[in-house]
């Protein structure tokens, strides 16, 4: 942490919490009688409540996208390279509102939170949440704040899912959609990467059925080997062999099974850090949620059909290197707008770091996409 916060950041921030006391049903069936969402923001909100912007986080994100919460922090808010003064989400004209989502484990309802019919905590008893009800709960957030149309709708990952189902289920309530990283569903291989994930898990001795902790413990090793596999689909080959080569933390090969390679030891570095600030029943949560995204489904799979109701402009980005979510993935959503006669604009953006790449300050990236916000800008101070 530097002795002076820097310029161009929101400084020290506090969450907020909302308290919603009245039922919320849910896709799956089941209803929750009452739920919290954890929330930050950043900026100002105008006299008309225009300028409003909503970030939707990615499977292992939260609410705290930008800014310190204290001057100790070791490190800002995830999404710090695009929100801020002057940056690409420029705090200096949008009131930017990041949720940790429901079902998440920063403070939102979800499994690590206590059940109010039982006063026990939810553990593996939580409800399976879809993007869809993420997007249900996040409009009741906007109407306490009341904010009526987002100026933009912003996520990568499957945080870009939420922002074009947004687009899809409340067309009126949002003027841009900026969908970055994304895919209109998950291909199968995707739901292989996170159904060994959510194997990893469940085969720890300590998961106990996702009752751990009511005995007092933690799946650490299968949350951690889950993690590992993740992180891997996030980078690139190309980006691993950069950053780490096949470098040997001892400058000599050991002829055993230990950790040798700096890789090896970046994972296990990443697997143990995960593991103390994430929840393992959230992790499943999260990867159901992600496979079961697919908005063409209720369209007879005509994703062009899904986006009919769209009316807000959009934009699409995606990362040459990422082959978790690779470009024709995007290139999907954008054809199908075009199709269903929709404003769409698209840039592919070439970079290294795979996946990740959304969360990077990669140059011609943030050219693009400051650029686009501008605009967004300048329809809100007409």
């Not at 959510?198 to 080997?225: C, E, M, V, W």
């Not at 040459?320 to 999907?332: G, K, Q, Y």
Request: glycine share 8%; proline share 5%.
């Amino acid at each position: 942490m530097p002795d002076s916060l820097p310029a161009d950041s929101v400084g020290i921030v506090a969450p907020h919490t909302l308290h919603v006391k009245t039922p919320l049903t849910l896709d799956c069936g089941r209803t929750l009688p009452e739920f919290t969402l954890i929330y930050e923001t950043y900026g100002q909100l105008n006299a008309d409540k225009s300028n409003a912007v909503l970030i939707c986080h990615a499977l292992s994100g939260d609410h705290h996208a930008a800014g310190y919460h204290d001057l100790d922090d070791r490190k800002p808010g995830w999404w710090e390279s695009a929100i801020g003064p002057g940056k690409a989400i420029d705090t200096n004209h949008f009131f930017v509102v990041c949720p940790n989502n429901l079902g998440g484990c920063k403070g939102s309802t979800g499994p690590t939170t206590i059940n109010p019919e039982t006063g026990q905590v939810y553990g593996p008893d939580f409800p399976i949440v879809t993007v869809n009800d993420w997007v249900n709960s996040q409009a009741i957030l906007a109407d306490t704040l009341g904010v009526s149309q987002w100026a933009a709708v912003i996520g990568g990952s499957l945080g870009g899912m939420q922002a074009l189902q947004w687009a899809i289920s409340l067309p009126n309530r949002l003027r841009h959609a900026l969908i970055i990283a994304a895919a209109p569903k998950l291909s199968a291989q995707n739901i292989a990467f996170n159904e060994v994930a959510r194997t990893a898990i469940k085969s720890d001795p300590d998961f106990h059925d996702g009752h751990y902790a009511a005995h007092n413990t933690l799946p650490r090793q299968g949350l951690g080997l889950a993690r590992m596999l993740g992180h891997i689909t996030y980078l690139s080959d190309e980006a691993m062999g950069q950053k780490f080569g096949r470098e040997l933390r001892s400058g000599a090969i050991q002829y055993g099974y230990g950790v040798e390679f700096q890789i090896e030891s970046y994972l296990r570095y990443q697997s143990s850090s995960f593991v103390e600030r994430f929840d393992a029943n959230t992790y499943l949560l999260m990867t159901k949620s992600l496979d079961y995204f697919d908005p063409a489904k209720a369209f007879n799979d005509d994703l062009s059909a899904a986006m009919q109701p769209i009316t807000a402009k959009t934009l699409v980005m995606s990362f040459t290197s990422d082959w978790r979510f690779s470009p024709l993935r995007s290139l999907e959503i954008v054809n199908a707008m075009l199709t269903a006669g929709k404003q769409v604009s698209y840039a592919e953006i070439e970079a290294n770091q795979g996946h990740d790449a959304f969360l990077m300050p990669i140059p011609r990236y943030m050219e693009i996409f400051s650029t686009y916000m501008q605009q967004v800008a300048r329809e809100v101070n007409l």
